[in-house]
């Protein structure tokens, strides 16, 4: 740990929590959903943060929010339904007005199921643009965790135009705003999932997924989706790039990429190392 580090009470360092996979979390499948997967990461993530003294609500009032803009998952093995896991998460690093957060997934045995690392923007809701940490606001960072994606860097190849699957159109629905009325980060998993063609869905496993997210959306807005498939060495590569429109111009708002394999257990390098 840094010198210069402020040390908190060890308690405070990381979460974990016991979870049992209900039939209301799985798909046809049996998995857990991939959405409902980052609704508990989030949960959990607001959960550390109120142990923290990070509250959401006193924080709106005041126009500012840490904004999830990145996320990395590896999915080891599946999930199932009624199974008793343990979810953690744990602070890895903050610079600037960046924030970045870890959360592992194990089973009763300890073995773990899924890695996962967030990048989060503390932002000033009106400007759209960083704010510095408030008074009071205290993020421990905890090294002791160890994690395949401690030094995961969010990038996110691009599509290739040769490997366009399918367009199309929607429009956001009032199901899919929350709290903070714009689209839940979740509800783009879904969005995602929608894409893949039921033959991949139904006879491959969801391995490992990166997320970008660009700009926010609203209820009753207009989202193009282009989709591309590609067939890799590890998979079946499948990208989703979502947009909206801005008078005749699209905008794009996330881009998810997902990589379908064989077989049900996946095996990740660990990520290179960071720049400091």
Known sequence: MNSQEQQYPPEVYSLTREYTVTYTDIDFNGNL??????????NISIAHGNML??????LKALDLAFVITNWRIVFHKPVKVEQKVNITTWIRKHKGSWLFRNYKVVDENGEILIDAAAQFLFMDLITKKPAEFIEGIINPVDRTIDSILLKE????PKPRKENLYSEGKFVTGKSEIDFSMHINNSVYTDWAINQVPMEIYENKFLADTR??????CKYDEEISVKTYINETDEGTEIISVFSKFNGEKQIMVAQINTLWIDGESYTCLPTDEEDE
């Not at 860097?153 to 996110?156: A, G, S, V």
Request: aromatic residues 24%; proline residues 4%.
């Open 33 to 42: 959903k991939f959405s409902q997967l980052l609704n508990i990461f989030q």
């Open 53 to 58: 003294g990070i509250f959401i609500f006193p």
């Open 153 to 156: 860097k969010f990038r996110i």
């Open 211 to 216: 997320i970008s997210y660009r700009k926010e």
